[in-house]
């Protein structure tokens, strides 16, 4: 048996994890011979709650789950942490602004990017997904100077998997028939789901669909697919949120399939002209857990364009928590 890995889960009692953790659990992520400790945090408000997830997870037995520690500390969830799935954060209240928003769950990754920085593994794979997950994920880089830059991502995972999705119903065929749709920028309405490379069963997706259905269907449906999840359910998405977190870090720690690309939220290189150090999504390939923008794509007028326009957005964004950074 393997030694085991340390997994650190944020907003642990919170829907998304609900869905996550016995999935987790169960080895969806790491395969069937890789034991792991579980380290959940939550505020003190909702230890309660966690409690209850916990006598759950114990009543499954789980054969690789060698231990779950649950804190309201930082410090003892990050503690050596090879994997740190940051999912808790608050959601926008009555009343509330962007700004509000921002400024709110800046403080929290601002004190667990530290809490990494001291703790964790000096090669933790991170994931932030409570949004603003690129900004919040931006925040805990710049407050965790002792880390690679590299350790740390956000999700757009989510995004992708809704662009295939959203193909593969238009040409009525299987998702895994659909390769290199990719996700450019922010999680965010501002986001640039892009087809100009994708292969539907080898071929362009492009030529298939149109460009008319690209740009008026495609495009707002991904963009908004959040927000009509939200106006369906009366919830945000959480399944297949917790399923995207999966799919994310398995890539990383796996690698991505050979000929296909998945999207990720980086610290951008500078590549394809966007700012250097902005976690920007781009589609990325994963080998040796080494994450590789892909590069080389052409970038006609109309990409560029949405490219920028989500940029900007992040740029602001960025503007808004510099005291934190
Ligand atoms: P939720 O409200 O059900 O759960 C959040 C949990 O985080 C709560 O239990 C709360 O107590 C906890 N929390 C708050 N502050 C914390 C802190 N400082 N430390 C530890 N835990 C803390 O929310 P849900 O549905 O699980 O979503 C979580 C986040 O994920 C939200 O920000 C949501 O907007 C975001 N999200 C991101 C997606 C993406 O694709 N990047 C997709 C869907 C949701």
Same mark, same amino acid.
């Given at each position: 048996?393997?030694?085991?890995?340390?997994?650190?889960?944020?907003?642990?009692?919170?829907?998304?994890?609900?869905?996550?953790?016995?999935?987790?659990? =169960?080895?969806?992520? !790491?395969?069937?011979? $890789?034991?792991?400790?579980?380290?959940?945090?939550?505020?003190?408000?909702?230890?309660?709650?966690?409690?209850?997830?916990?006598?759950?997870?114990?009543?499954?037995?789980?054969?690789?789950?060698?231990? *779950?520690?649950?804190?309201?500390?930082?410090?003892?969830?990050?503690?050596?942490?090879?994997?740190?799935?940051?999912?808790?954060?608050?959601?926008?209240?009555?009343?509330?602004?962007?700004? &509000?928003?921002? @400024? %709110?769950?800046?403080?929290?990754?601002?004190?667990?990017?530290?809490?990494?920085? @001291?703790?964790?593994?000096?090669?933790?794979?991170?994931?932030? /997904?409570?949004?603003?997950?690129?900004?919040?994920?931006?925040?805990?880089?710049?407050?965790?100077?002792?880390?690679?830059?590299? %350790?740390?991502?956000?999700?757009?995972?989510? &995004?992708?998997?809704?662009?295939?999705? $959203? !193909?593969?119903?238009?040409? +009525?065929?299987?998702?895994?028939?659909?390769?290199? *749709?990719?996700? #450019?920028?922010?999680?965010?309405? /501002?986001?640039?789901?892009?087809?100009?490379?994708?292969?539907?069963? +080898?071929?362009?997706?492009?030529?298939?669909?149109?460009? &008319?259905?690209? *740009?008026?269907?495609?495009?707002?449906?991904? $963009?908004?697919?959040?927000?009509?999840?939200?106006?369906?359910?009366? $919830?945000?998405?959480?399944?297949?949120?917790?399923?995207?977190?999966?799919?994310?870090?398995?890539? #990383?720690?796996?690698?991505?399939?050979? =000929?296909? #690309? *998945?999207?990720?939220?980086?610290?951008?290189?500078?590549?394809? =002209?966007?700012?250097?150090?902005?976690?920007?999504?781009?589609?990325?390939?994963?080998?040796?857990?080494?994450?590789?923008?892909?590069? =080389?794509?052409?970038?006609?007028?109309?990409?560029?364009?949405?490219?920028?326009? /989500?940029?900007? @957005?992040?740029?602001?964004?960025? &503007?808004?928590?510099?005291?934190? !950074?």
């Amino acid at each position: 048996m393997k030694i085991p890995v340390d997994i650190a889960v944020t907003g642990a009692a919170g829907q998304i994890s609900y869905s996550l953790l016995f999935r987790l659990a =169960g080895g969806a992520f !790491l395969g069937p011979d $890789q034991p792991f400790v579980l380290r959940l945090l939550e505020v003190p408000a909702a230890m309660d709650a966690l409690k209850g997830v916990l006598m759950e997870l114990n009543d499954c037995a789980y054969p690789l789950l060698q231990k *779950v520690i649950t804190t309201s500390d930082p410090k003892v969830a990050f503690d050596n942490v090879d994997y740190a799935f940051l999912i808790g954060a608050k959601p926008r209240g009555p009343g509330m602004e962007r700004r &509000d928003l921002l @400024e %709110c769950n800046a403080e929290i990754f601002s004190v667990q990017g530290k809490a990494l920085n @001291e703790v964790a593994s000096r090669n933790v794979k991170v994931l932030v /997904t409570g949004n603003p997950a690129n900004t919040n994920a931006l925040i805990a880089m710049s407050n965790a100077p002792d880390l690679r830059p590299e %350790c740390f991502t956000a999700m757009t995972m989510l &995004d992708h998997n809704r662009a295939i999705s $959203q !193909l593969a119903e238009k040409c +009525g065929v299987r998702s895994r028939e659909i390769k290199n *749709v990719a996700i #450019w920028g922010n999680h965010s309405a /501002t986001q640039y789901p892009d087809l100009h490379h994708a292969k539907v069963k +080898g071929q362009d997706a492009l030529s298939l669909v149109g460009e &008319d259905w690209f *740009v008026d269907d495609f495009i707002p449906t991904v $963009q908004q697919r959040g927000a009509a999840i939200i106006k369906a359910r009366g $919830q945000s998405s959480a399944a297949s949120a917790a399923n995207a977190a999966i799919g994310h870090m398995k890539a #990383w720690a796996r690698g991505t399939e050979e =000929g296909d #690309w *998945v999207s990720m939220a980086i610290p951008s290189d500078g590549s394809y =002209g966007i700012e250097e150090g902005l976690v920007y999504s781009y589609p990325v390939t994963v080998n040796g857990g080494e994450i590789s923008i892909v590069h =080389g794509l052409d970038i006609n007028a109309f990409s560029r364009k949405r490219m920028d326009i /989500t940029e900007t @957005e992040l740029k602001e964004e960025r &503007d808004a928590v510099r005291h934190l !950074l």
